[in-house]
């Protein structure tokens, strides 16, 4: 079983979001960056090396649809309900990851269960990026 850190601190005083493993060393970090382009966000690993960009495809009256293109991996779509916590992450063949608060009865707490196979820290970065494009607000 792996442990992952997330120093969400960092985002409100450096608007940096990194990923830690449970000895401290840098995994993925997201940055917000002022001219970045709208509904877009990039995610690098420790060397700034783009791994992961989440873009905000197409709105639609009920949902939004968002993917997810991966450097030298298969691109990944998001479907279901983001605002609400209630989605998958799917790489065109099946669901690598599931988002839900079904699991929680705490308010705004919500889980991400990985596929076997599939990086743990991506998936959790990607909900984190999609969390803070749907609700910018926070």
């Given amino acids: 079983m792996c442990a992952w850190g997330l120093d969400g601190t960092a985002l409100r005083v450096r608007e940096t979001l990194i990923f ?12 917000q960056r002022v001219a970045r382009v709208r509904d877009t966000m990039e995610i690098e690993d420790r060397d700034g090396h783009t791994v992961a ?7 639609t009256p009920l949902r939004d649809r968002w993917t997810v293109d991966v450097p030298g991996g298969p691109d990944l779509d998001v479907k279901g309900n983001i605002v609400d916590h209630e989605y998958t992450i799917e790489d065109g063949r099946s669901a690598v990851a599931e988002v839900s608060k079904k699991w929680f009865r705490v308010a705004d707490t919500y889980g991400v269960e990985v596929a076997a196979g599939q990086d743990p820290a991506l998936m959790l970065a990607i909900t984190a990026v999609l969390d803070e494009m749907a609700h910018p607000a926070r």
């Fill in 53 to 59: 960009t989440v873009k905000k495809a197409m709105i």
């Fill in 20 to 31: 830690e493993d449970r000895d401290g060393s840098e995994l993925l970090k997201i940055q």
